[in-house]
């Protein structure tokens, strides 16, 4: 795992925590560091701050996405605002986590990202419902995915997907015309229910949202309030 925090007492805090936690932490204190230190040794995780001086986190974050590299990223940000957190996952992140927080919390974020990133086990079945499933491809809802090639489309438009976004999208998409109520979504993705005050979900929904929906087209994502949420067309 590398860490990367420029406030040097939560970055020793949190680099004593995860090592007693099992993990191998390689702890730097700033954007630089971090872009030097996963290209010479690439991690199997990030956990990164947002705000470091000279090279962020999120500039951090667009410069390995660029490059192609798709290690899962948790970012860790005292900004607040939706806005701030759309920002993050539009640079790449695949998680984030709010100052101040409770490190269980950040345990269990890097759990569910690296328990995603892990190879299934083979023959592991899946939902399938209203879903044409192949070995690799899926479709539902005027939606098309590739698993094996990570690669998603609607009606023949090829979207931009962050690894989270393309996860949730994938449950969606097996499960067409299904409401998934909040909890069922959050164990799915996240292996981890983040609690009724959580806006996690929301977010990445209303962010999946922008890059599905083009002007003219009907919504596909609907929200049934109070429960969850379902992939259908009207």
């Known amino acids: 795992m590398l860490l990367a925090e420029d406030d040097r007492a939560i970055r020793h805090a949190l680099e004593r925590a995860l090592t007693l936690e099992g993990y191998a932490v ?25 705000m470091m001086p000279g090279i962020d986190g999120l500039q951090v974050c667009r410069v390995l996405r660029a490059e192609g590299d798709r290690t899962p990223i948790l970012m860790l940000t005292a900004l607040v605002e939706t806005a701030d957190r759309i920002a993050g996952l539009d640079a790449g992140a695949d998680d984030y986590v709010v100052k101040p927080f409770d490190v269980e919390e950040v345990f269990a974020r890097l759990r569910a990202l690296l328990r995603r990133t892990s190879p299934a086990p083979a023959g592991e079945p899946g ?108």
């Open 127 to 234: 939902p399938a419902r209203d879903a044409q499933l192949s070995d690799r491809q899926i479709e539902g809802a005027s939606i098309r995915m590739d698993l094996q090639a990570r690669r998603a489309w609607r009606a023949g438009r090829e979207l931009e997907l962050t690894r989270t976004e393309f996860e949730l999208l994938e449950l969606l998409v097996r499960n067409a015309g299904i409401v998934l109520d909040h909890a069922t979504i959050y164990d799915r993705i996240w292996g981890y229910d983040f609690g009724p005050g959580s806006k996690n979900l929301a977010v990445y929904v209303g962010y999946l949202r922008r890059k599905l929906d083009a002007p003219g087209a009907p919504q596909l994502i609907h929200t049934v309030r109070g429960v969850g949420y379902v992939l259908r067309e009207e």
């Open 26 to 50: 390689t702890a730097v204190a700033d954007g630089v560091e971090a872009l030097a230190q996963a290209h010479r040794t690439p991690p199997d995780v990030l956990l990164l701050d947002v």
